[in-house]
């Protein structure tokens, strides 16, 4: 329901708009959970973005980042899905074609976790926490593309998730 | 206005927490079925909290993100411990105020938490009253001067920790049956670790001349390392009911029923002292397992050939007493310490059953069964 509000917000903006001040993106990440112990789970993670740019250095985005901590094999497990959506102003620093970005705003985190005794499901949760999101971010500034690389930030319940990020973002509508 | 604002955040963060519980909760937990040995998944209630959030109860205190650094100095090596911050449950509650763990590691923390405090209860019952609340340093991170990191290295364990008041409980990574952490007679053998230690020594960070280089004392030390894992896995055996309690973790032979003399090799093994102390290879395991497998072999049973549990009640109770009546010095201190004044409690008819069984037992150490007549 989130994620429907938050696209339907996007694509009701950009019709307001210039193609080229609308942007989206998808990042490839190294998801590290931080875990009730401390210690951290690293998981392959999936994010998608949208940003609508108020000016040259200024952005504000809504972001979604998924990662699925898949079930072990011994005989108290657990399988996790953990989403995090944020909406963030971004600060870009020129430094020639390409930007140093800082970004900050709050966030949701949802993690869906079923529990496994002997293989057999017994029990789900659903857990959403409201926190802050945080980036510090290096792009490259292409002719259609922008790539970008960099790390996110998650706190939220005295924890700090962090995700190494590799993606790019483009124009959402193209006037090529 | 900045401190507002992260107020605010903060405020907003710990709002949609569940409500901190404290006291008894029933709780989704893996438990051993008290009729046999298996293990499963079932709802049980965990006691004696402080605070469920932060796994803080009467005796045990689950931290996170601790470190153990193993360093060298001039006086040798040097352990230090830095305790990290509280734990971080996740949970729900469900509407029957069931507790939920919301992560894997939160379902294996809240399972151990139990384990312990179970533990603790047991022994509470029969004479052995904790002096402090014990720490549990949940997969710590540990550094070692020779190893560096060794989070990686150090696997699949679990040890008491006499210099930080606890237990270090490292990941599950080799073992595909029962994680350790989660067998609860594998747990109360740890625990057990914490109450020899306390009612040998009181509430200090090593024993006595645990660095001497005398070779007195060292020897003393090699017998106390055999009589720890002995008197551990008799409390493991007793809380459990299971005399093979390590069985569903792992594959080895530590069953108590299944009987062992202690041999003239072994003695050697231990008052041999190698050449370089940083040299030591003893396995103090095997040795302790001789020592329990005796008691378990003497003890008094009152219902044919099993141990009842009030035959175990028993057993916990006079190891408690046994403990606190030792003598730690060298040429004094043995093995067969710890058994021979177990003997002493006993009645006069069980002695006598327990004294043959010993003599049988501990022949290379004989002499030192003062409570079955000496030599």
């Known amino acids: ?176 | 206005m900045k401190r507002l604002f992260s107020a605010a955040i903060c405020a907003a963060c710990v709002a949609c927490l569940p409500e901190d519980r404290s006291g008894s909760v029933d709780a989704l937990v893996y438990l051993r079925d008290p009729a046999g040995t298996a293990y499963s998944s079932g709802v049980a209630p965990v006691e004696n909290l402080d605070s469920l959030r932060e796994l803080r109860g009467r005796d045990i205190e689950l931290r996170r993100s601790s470190r153990i650094e193993v360093g060298l100095d001039l006086a040798g090596v040097r352990v230090t411990v830095d305790p990290g911050k509280p734990f971080a449950l996740e949970y729900a509650i469900d509407e029957d105020g069931v507790v939920i763990p919301g992560d894997r590691e939160s379902f294996l923390a809240l399972s151990l938490y139990r384990n312990l405090d179970r533990a603790a209860s047991i022994l509470r019952e029969h004479g052995h009253e904790p002096v402090r609340r014990l720490q549990v340093y949940y997969l710590p991170r540990y550094d070692n001067f020779v190893a560096g990191d060794g989070r990686l290295v150090f696997t699949d364990n679990a040890a008491f920790l006499p210099l930080g008041r606890g237990f270090i409980i490292v990941p599950s990574f080799l073992l595909s049956d029962l994680p350790l952490l989660l067998n609860e007679g594998v747990m109360a053998h740890e625990f057990g670790h914490a109450v020899v230690h306390q009612e040998l020594f009181g509430d200090v960070d090593e024993a006595p001349q645990e660095s001497s280089a005398d070779p007195g004392w060292r020897i003393a030390h090699r017998h106390l390392s055999a009589m720890h894992e002995g008197v551990a896995d008799l409390i493991g055996f007793a809380v459990t009911g299971d005399p093979d309690f390590i069985g569903p973790s792992l594959a080895t032979d530590r069953n108590l029923a299944e009987p062992r003399s202690f041999l003239a090799f072994d003695l050697s093994s231990i008052e041999l002292l190698p050449a370089d102390a940083l040299d030591d290879r003893l396995d103090p395991h095997g040795l302790g397992s001789i020592m329990a497998r005796t008691v378990y072999e003497f003890w008094p049973r009152t219902e044919g050939n099993r141990l009842t549990e009030d035959d175990r009640g028993r057993l916990l109770t006079l190891t408690v007493r046994a403990l606190r009546a030792l003598e730690f010095a060298p040429e004094v201190f043995t093995l067969a310490a710890f058994p021979n004044e177990l003997a002493r409690l006993l009645d006069e008819s069980e002695r006598a059953a327990a004294c043959e069984v010993l003599r049988l037992r501990f022949a290379p150490l004989q002499s030192r069964l003062t409570a079955c007549g000496g030599a």
């Not at chain 1, 600060?91 to 005794?117: K, N, W």
């Open chain 1, 1 to 176: 329901m989130l994620r429907a509000a938050l696209l339907l917000s996007m694509l009701l903006v950009t019709t307001a708009a210039q193609a080229e001040d609308f942007r989206v993106g998808a990042d490839l990440s190294v998801f590290l959970r931080e875990e009730a112990g401390g210690n951290r789970t690293v998981l392959p993670g999936l994010s998608l973005r949208g940003s609508y740019r108020l000016r040259p250095s200024i952005e504000l985005a809504g972001l979604w980042m998924q990662a699925f901590d898949p079930k072990g094999r011994g005989p108290a497990e657990a399988s996790s899905w953990h989403q995090r959506f944020a909406a963030r102003a971004e600060f870009a620093l020129p430094i020639r074609t390409s930007s140093l970005v800082l970004a900050a705003g709050p966030g949701v985190s949802l993690t869906r976790t079923t529990l496994f005794g002997d293989g057999e499901a017994i029990a789900s949760t659903t857990l959403a926490r409201f926190g802050a999101s945080g980036a510090l971010l290096f792009e490259v500034n292409l002719p259609h593309l922008t790539l970008r690389t960099g790390v996110e930030a998650f706190r939220a319940a005295r924890r700090t998730d962090v995700a190494v990020v590799l993606g790019g973002t483009w124009p959402s509508r193209r006037a090529w």
